[in-house]
């Protein structure tokens, strides 16, 4: 079936370090990939996505490469912020049938220190 | 344009009791879907309400039922419940298409239930 596998954390970096979140995943047919962020006693919030094989998605200076041959979707910040301590889930949504539902990976913790 | 909401934010009740949560979709959307998260786990779906009916489910006992109304708004219904219900329960709404799948889900944010 469907699958997605994050790298553990916690992660901890210093304020400016460079940020990456390792994903991989399992899937038939051609998933569409997802992070999303989820800041403490809140929901989840769509960070950045891609649709297709090579898409980079981006936002808010975080970016992840849709790559196909190696079945992974790493996040990666090149500065990060003592505002991005959140948890961060990597997760697919496959096409056609699936109802459009989301499969996520258990979440790395990111703290960021000042 | 109002966001996913959901209601109550917290919720506390015993083995075997029955409980209804509530959510609210973004304006615009026909599609809800819930999820459950335990503590320190990424969220599981559940099942997914398209136009009034259900339209996949995920590996979850027939004691989570749920419900769309006309406005598109839903709720989710768990009986005899049991310990390991503790969670926190998201609600996602989108633009749906169906067996099509759908558009990017926006997330509510959640209620978290405690089963003592």
């Known amino acids: 079936g469907n699958s997605v596998t994050q790298m553990e954390g916690p992660v901890t970096l210093s304020e400016e370090a460079f940020l990456t979140i390792n994903c991989t995943y399992t899937a038939t047919g051609y998933p569409s990939l997802f992070w999303y962020v989820q800041y403490p006693g809140e929901g989840l919030q769509l960070l950045l996505k891609a649709t297709k094989a090579d898409d980079k998605g981006s936002n808010k200076g975080f970016e992840a490469t849709y790559r196909k041959e190696t079945t992974s979707f790493h996040l990666e910040k090149g500065s990060v912020q003592v505002s991005d301590s959140a948890v961060y889930f990597c997760a697919l949504s496959a096409n056609l049938n699936q109802g459009g539902k989301l499969i996520f990976g258990q979440g790395t913790e990111l703290s960021v220190k000042p | ?116």
Do not use: M
């Open chain 2, 1 to 116: 344009e109002t966001g996913v909401t959901q209601s109550p934010t917290h919720l506390i009740k015993t083995r075997g009791q029955q409980v209804t949560l509530r959510c609210s979709s973004q304006s615009g959307h026909n599609t809800v879907s819930w999820y459950q998260q335990a503590l320190g786990q990424g969220p599981q779906f559940i099942f997914q309400y398209y136009r009034e009916e259900e339209n996949g489910r995920g590996n979850f006992p027939p004691r989570f039922s749920g419900l769309q109304f006309p406005n598109y708004s839903s709720e989710l219904n768990v009986n005899a419940l049991e310990l390991d219900d503790s969670a926190l329960y998201l609600c996602a709404s989108s633009t749906g298409l169906g067996g099509r799948g759908s558009y990017e889900q926006y997330f509510g944010p959640g209620t978290r239930l405690t089963v003592t």
